[in-house]
């Protein structure tokens, strides 16, 4: 079974600054895919960055960008320029769709704070 | 356009009556996926739908959940008998689904329903 673990409960980061939460999975899988996403105080989850894994190029969608190392099993984010809006709850995503299964495998989540 | 809705937004119910949670996928989107976020066992995948069929079903934690989806776009979660450690928020996801790509994959989230059993 694919397993997702996010070892920073927390995290905090002075506003403009930049931050790095980690994430590291386990599969027996070559091709799937892998996500970050963003949950703030309203409960939404929504979506930050997406990696295909058999793309080695990094993922970037402006401030955010990720660090994929495929043979370590890592995929962390980075938060460039912090702003107060990105203090939330981040959780990393594994997605492998086989035969009739479809469904994402979630870390515990960082809690991320912006300071000023 | 619209995003994923979920109603109510907030539910307390006693313990032992059954409740209905809904879920309104965006338009257009195939799959639909429950999921329970708790805190003693963070997030958890429920149910799959593709379709109106749910091809897995293996996150339901009892026979006491059962879920349904209608007209491939409407799915209903109901919980039955309900007890205590099923408080949670119960949040509910919609992608394109098919084989077009990362696009097809990809979950957009609902606001989600709090379930409070008393």
């Known amino acids: 079974a694919q397993t997702v673990t996010q070892s920073q409960p927390e995290m905090s980061v002075q506003e403009a600054e930049t931050v790095t939460l980690s994430c590291t999975y386990d599969t027996s899988e070559s091709d799937y895919y892998l996500f970050w996403y963003k949950q703030p105080p309203s409960r939404q989850m929504i979506l930050v960055i997406r990696q295909e894994a058999y793309k080695q190029q990094n993922a970037t969608e402006n401030r955010f960008s990720v660090n994929f190392q495929k043979a370590a099993k890592s995929f962390s984010l980075k938060i460039s320029d912090s702003q107060l809006g990105d203090a939330a709850m981040y959780f990393c995503a594994y997605w492998l769709m086989t035969g009739t299964a479809s469904k994402l495998t979630f870390g515990t989540g960082t809690r991320l704070q912006v300071t000023l | 356009g619209a995003g994923v809705s979920q109603s109510p937004s907030n539910k307390v119910t006693e313990k032992g009556k059954d409740v209905e949670l809904r879920c309104d996928p965006i338009s257009g989107h195939t799959a639909l996926y429950w999921y329970r976020q708790s805190l003693g066992q963070g997030l958890e995948f429920l149910i799959y739908f593709q379709g109106n069929s749910a091809p897995d079903k293996s996150g339901l934690p009892s026979d006491r959940f059962s879920a349904e989806r209608t007209g491939g776009s409407v799915s209903t979660l109901t919980i039955q008998r309900t007890q205590q450690e099923d408080s949670a928020v119960y949040l509910c996801?919609?992608?394109?689904?098919?084989?077009?790509?990362?696009?097809?994959?990809?979950?957009?989230f609902g606001p989600g329903t709090r379930l409070t059993v008393t």
């Open positions: 996801a919609s992608s394109l689904g098919g084989n077009r790509g990362v696009s097809s994959y990809e979950q957009y």
